[in-house]
């Protein structure tokens, strides 16, 4: 069964980029490696020739996951989006109810998420508990040391 994956269109030509710059740079470096390994001799006690070919083994199998990963991708519609509740691509303003500390995320698919630049995974344990909540609702979220209380203040695109 393959899993669906929503994707803003920033991060699906990421997601292809990515996959094109495998396909047309390392995997021809790959074989490079194992035609050079190929000519230096005897193949049954040459490391580097079976170094090579696991290598090219494991890029194969990253090339065939990020394709699966691109035939399931669909791209988010921000337009068609809600702002009354919190979503994908939401950007939500919370303020911890413990120490009053404000904080502002963007939900976002989780190959997309960096925490550096405010952008949480929808799978993370802050993005799930955000999910459908309101302007006003309280956020009772499940961390490690206990639950986490967050006050919905503001939801934007």
């Not at 921000?78 to 303003?93: F, G, N």
């Amino acid at each position: 069964m393959s899993k669906v994956s929503y994707y803003t269109a920033e991060g699906l030509k990421k997601l292809r980029d990515e996959l094109n710059h495998l396909k047309d740079v390392e995997r021809p470096k790959a074989s490079q490696a194992i035609a050079e390994a190929r000519d230096k001799g005897d193949l049954s006690e040459n490391a580097e020739y079976d170094a090579a070919k696991e290598a090219q083994g494991l890029l194969e199998m990253k090339i065939s996951k990020m394709e699966e990963t691109l035939a399931n991708a669909r791209l988010i519609d921000e337009s068609q989006l809600d702002t009354s509740k919190v979503l994908v691509l939401s950007t939500v303003k919370i303020k911890n109810q413990t120490n009053g500390m404000e904080m502002t995320y963007t939900l976002v698919a989780e190959s997309e998420a960096d925490l550096a630049s405010g952008k949480i995974s929808v799978n993370s344990p802050i993005g799930k508990g955000l999910l459908g909540k309101s302007v006003g609702e309280v956020a009772e979220i499940q961390v490690p040391n206990g639950v986490m209380k967050f006050d919905i203040i503001e939801i934007t695109r």
